[in-house]
């Protein structure tokens, strides 16, 4: 579910450094945030017109991973995160502070949950995720922002904030 929302619900999870000094002193349950999958490409035509790659530049990042009695799973995040975001096509890039702190909410089979947001985040939407919030493919936020996502898709997005659209910047 995490690669349907990529945002702050997939930033730390996807690309997610362990970070030392933050790491160092974090309380269990809190732990780092580890990556396994790398920097990641959003895809030409699904995000945006254009593929956009996005990196780590700073990482402190922790997370607190519950699983409730009923198999729901809650992970929050706090922390630094500061990733570029580069347009494959011209080379332009932007570099954002998507700290968060973040919550996300999955049931317990996996293909739905929630998706909070406070502060700085980012999400990505693919097609469906667009079609069904009028979002564009990848938005920038400040404030609180809610999403929920179902059957491989993000269905609702609300926020009480600002937003960029993140296509339009990197354009």
Do not use: Y
């Not at 949950?113 to 939407?125: I, S």
């Amino acid at each position: 579910m995490r690669n349907l929302i990529i945002g702050a619900v997939a930033a730390a999870a996807l690309l997610g450094v362990p970070a030392a000094a933050e790491a160092a002193t974090a309380d269990p349950p809190w732990s780092p945030v580890t990556n396994p999958l790398g920097p990641i490409t959003l895809p030409a035509g699904h995000n945006c017109a254009f593929a956009v790659d996005v990196a780590v530049v700073t990482n402190n990042e922790l997370q607190d991973v519950t699983k409730l009695a009923d198999g729901t799973t809650v992970i929050q995040k706090k922390g630094n995160l500061v990733l570029s975001f580069t347009n494959d096509t011209t080379g332009k890039t932007l570099e954002e502070n998507v700290s968060g702190p973040t919550t996300e909410t999955d049931s317990p089979h996996g293909s739905s949950g929630t998706f909070q947001g406070a502060g700085p985040t980012w999400l990505a939407f693919g097609p469906h995720g667009q079609a069904n919030t009028g979002e564009p493919g990848l938005v920038f936020t400040k404030g609180q922002v809610i999403t929920t996502f179902a059957n491989g898709a993000t269905q609702t997005f609300s926020l009480n904030g600002t937003q960029q659209n993140g296509c339009a910047l990197l354009s």
